[in-house]
């Protein structure tokens, strides 16, 4: 695969062509903060906590969807990058109920440890407090709409790796939901193999093991690079 | 003409309250009204959470007592599962929930009402707090708080954090208790017990100095409610309800929790968010009942523990040949008591091996859609009652909460006061202490017996007949 040359954050640096920005940046120890992206699963662009800015272009881009170019000058972090992140995890926060002090994920949720990190101390927007349901219908998961940021992980984990496909999104805008089985309850599901990928790789409290308390969920997404060397690469580990 | 008077806000008390006095043309008291115009909407905003998430939240009710609502949260969650708890965890549950009575009744006593108590009730309201019990009595002062801190550790102890734990859940409990943890408290009890007993004799001088109002303080005939052991012995955290008259004679024994809606009826007024609960088979005027400490020390044919026991016994004195003791100024008495038989339980259940077995959960899904808990929070009797689906999502939620109940009897208490202190249609520094202090007696938690969002201080005004604002007092 060729090598191209870019520009880090005033470094320069050497990537694989086709590469993103973030494999770039992340080859080279460079911190991006990401939410919908997770290693091992097709790229989305969605949640749009890894901008970054590359000289030439008016607008801020995605790191995980911009395929690096040959003497690109990107820069990972500056005041109005830093901004424009803590808007994006206010507005997160302001779309559904989130409610931290009461989650199974309390201290173990990507999102939160992103607002710490990120420096997201409170929400300027006013909340849209949706009334959303739970479904707590099948025997061992339940999905809590409330906390969904719509990263997508879910569906592509269950498309990608697991081959079932039972996670879709219904609706458009703000009014988009994760669904089971083209909307029917997760418990009525045929397609669900019951693996559990989507609650481990869910950054959130959004889907969880029933019965669990506040706090309780640990979620583990690192079984996915696992399972995905095991195929690929016919490498097996622990 | 008569008048009005309003008491608002009660310092010292969690929550937000405000007193209104009428008087009549005469000058006479004719009603007053403690009114609470705090709201929270739990009961509703629970309603489509999962019962597994209901510890974790009701615990979120009361800073002061979340362990109260994550026993009976649990419990109403062990119903709904109908699955056996494993005895290790019922032992640590009640372990914790020691815990909790042993630094919440600290607080009311040591820091709420002590300065009330040991610098009186004319003393200088810039005097009469914490600084100023401090000042008078360093080293009560700091018995008082290293004895809540030992309740707060042990609470941190089993439930990572001391305030909002989410330790207990619907089977059993998360985690259990060290050894080098219980040796840790174990080393701690013999100053508990010397704290107490100071206390306990600090007491009997305090009746003493207040004997010439204590019958000011709520002294009426009631019904009292509170749990009660298989064998009639004091019981905080199980057992059956029994509810006695103010002669001491038993109206209800051995109920269940399943028949809690059998026994009590929950009235509401316009000018108050608290509810008005009554003991159901007498109707709201008769059917008035006390709850918490004094109320427990009444309805329990003895406390199970030896010191306790002895206390006891002279603590019925108060009430005379087999009556019950009548009097809320005995609710502090009655805290110190229940303090000391906290610890004595402490010590039994840290030396049971039952703590060594790893079976603390029980593992079910919903096998009842109905979920009844019943525990006594150090304020009183605390239900919770929860219907699900058959995917544990909540239909209905309905909390009854121990300050709640003693509503009606803190109105008369603040009723009996002005009667007794109103001097013409003016409001001065000592009614405006003994009223706060007659509704400190019963230690409420405001917060969460109102049913839903605002905040504390009190405010007392004096109304004649007409409705004319006659006068007003503010404290914040
Ligand atoms: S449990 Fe497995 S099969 Fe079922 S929805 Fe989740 S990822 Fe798909
Ligand atoms: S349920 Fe979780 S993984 Fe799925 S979209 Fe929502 S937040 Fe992402
Ligand atoms: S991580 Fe790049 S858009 Fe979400």
């Known amino acids: 695969m060729p090598v191209i040359t870019l520009t880090i954050d005033e470094e320069l640096v050497s990537a694989r062509a086709g590469q993103s920005i973030l494999e770039a940046c992340r080859d080279h120890e460079i911190k991006i903060p990401t939410l919908c992206h997770l290693d091992g699963l097709s790229a989305r662009g969605g949640c749009r906590l890894c901008l970054v800015a590359v000289a030439g272009s008016p607008r801020l881009l995605p790191a995980c969807t911009t395929a690096v170019q040959e003497n690109m000058v990107v820069t990972t972090s500056n005041e109005k990058i830093e901004r424009y992140r803590r808007m994006i995890l206010e507005l997160t926060f302001a779309e559904r109920n989130h409610t931290c002090a009461v989650c199974v994920s309390n201290e173990n949720c990507e999102l939160q440890t992103l607002a ?13 407090n949706p009334d959303l349901p739970l479904d707590t219908s099948h025997e061992r998961y339940g999905v809590d709409h409330n906390r969904c ?90 | 003409m008569s008048k009005t008077i309003t008491i608002e806000p009660v310092t010292r008390i969690e929550g937000h309250a405000k007193i209104s006095i009428m008087l009549d043309d005469s000058g006479r008291v004719v009603d007053s009204r403690f009114h609470v115009t705090e709201f929270r909407g739990f009961e509703k905003f629970c309603v489509g959470r999962s019962f597994w998430e209901m510890p974790g939240i009701t615990a979120r009710i009361c800073g002061i007592c979340p362990v109260s609502h994550l026993m009976a949260s649990s419990k109403a969650g062990d119903m709904i599962l109908g699955v056996r708890t494993p005895a290790p965890a019922v032992a640590l549950r009640r372990l914790m929930n020691y815990a909790q009575l042993v630094q919440s009744h600290a607080l009311s006593f040591f820091l709420l009402s002590g300065p009330d108590l040991i610098l009186g009730m004319d003393a200088d ?27 707060q550790q042990l609470i941190r102890m089993l439930g990572d954090r001391s305030v909002h734990p989410s330790w207990a859940v619907p089977g059993g409990v ?99 968010y608290l509810k008005f609960p009554y003991y159901r088979p007498l109707g709201p005027e008769q059917g008035m009942y006390r709850v918490g400490p004094l109320a427990r020390l009444n309805v329990c044919d003895f406390a199970g523990t030896p010191k306790a026991d002895r206390e006891l016994r002279q ?162």
């Open chain 1, 116 to 128: 710490a990190e990120l420096g997201m101390d409170h929400v300027r927007y006013d909340y849209l």
């Open chain 2, 174 to 272: 998360r985690k259990s208790l060290g050894s080098d943890q219980r040796d840790q408290v174990l080393k701690q009890l013999p100053e508990m017990h010397a704290t107490i007993n100071i206390a306990l004799d600090l007491m009997k001088d305090i009746h003493d100095s207040f004997s010439t109002e204590i019958d000011a303080y709520g002294e009426f005939p009631s019904l009292f409610m509170g749990l009660v052991g298989e064998d009639g012995g004091l019981e905080h955290y199980d057992g059956k309800l029994r509810v006695i008259d103010a002669e001491g004679k038993i109206l209800e024994d051995g109920a269940a929790p399943e028949d809690y809606q059998r026994l009590i009826a929950e009235g509401e007024q316009k000018w108050s």
């Open chain 2, 315 to 476: 603590f019925r004195h108060y009430g005379g040949q087999g009556k019950p003791v009548s009097g809320s100024f005995y609710y502090h008495h009655a805290r110190l008591i229940e303090i000391l038989h906290a610890l004595e339980r402490i010590e039994e259940i840290l030396g049971d091996d039952i703590l060594i077995d790893h079976h603390i959960r029980s593992q079910a899904g919903v096998n009842q859609n109905i979920g009844i808990g019943i525990s006594e929070a150090p304020r009183g009797t605390l239900f919770h009652h929860y219907r699900v689906d058959d995917n544990g999502i909540l239909e209905d939620v309905n909390l009854i909460i121990a300050t709640g109940q003693n509503n009606l009897a803190m109105n008369r208490t603040v009723r009996q006061l002005a009667e007794r202190f109103i001097r013409g249609d003016k409001l001065d520094q000592g009614l405006l202490n003994r009223v706060e202090h007659g509704i400190r007696v019963y230690d409420p938690c405001l917060s969460c017996s109102t049913h839903e969002a605002g905040r504390m201080p009190l405010q007392v005004q004096l109304f004649s007949a007409r409705g004319e604002l006659l006068d007003e007092v503010k404290r914040c």
């Open chain 1, 149 to 238: 940021l719509l990263c997508l992980r879910c569906v592509r984990v269950c498309d990608e790796v697991e081959g079932a496909h039972t996670w879709d999104v219904k609706g458009r805008g703000i009014k988009s939901q994760v669904i089971t089985d083209l909307n029917r309850p997760w418990g009525a599901s045929e397609s669900c193999t019951e693996c559990g990928k989507c609650v481990e790789v869910c950054p959130t409290g959004a889907l969880f093991t029933k019965g669990s308390a506040v706090a309780e969920m640990k979620k583990e997404a690192s079984f996915l690079r696992r399972i995905l060397d095991g195929r690929e690469k016919r490498q097996w580990r622990r």
């Open chain 2, 125 to 151: 309201p810039l005097q009469r707090n914490m600084a100023g019990l401090i000042a008078a009595n360093p080293d009560l002062a700091r018995a008082g708080i290293r004895m809540r801190a030992f309740g």
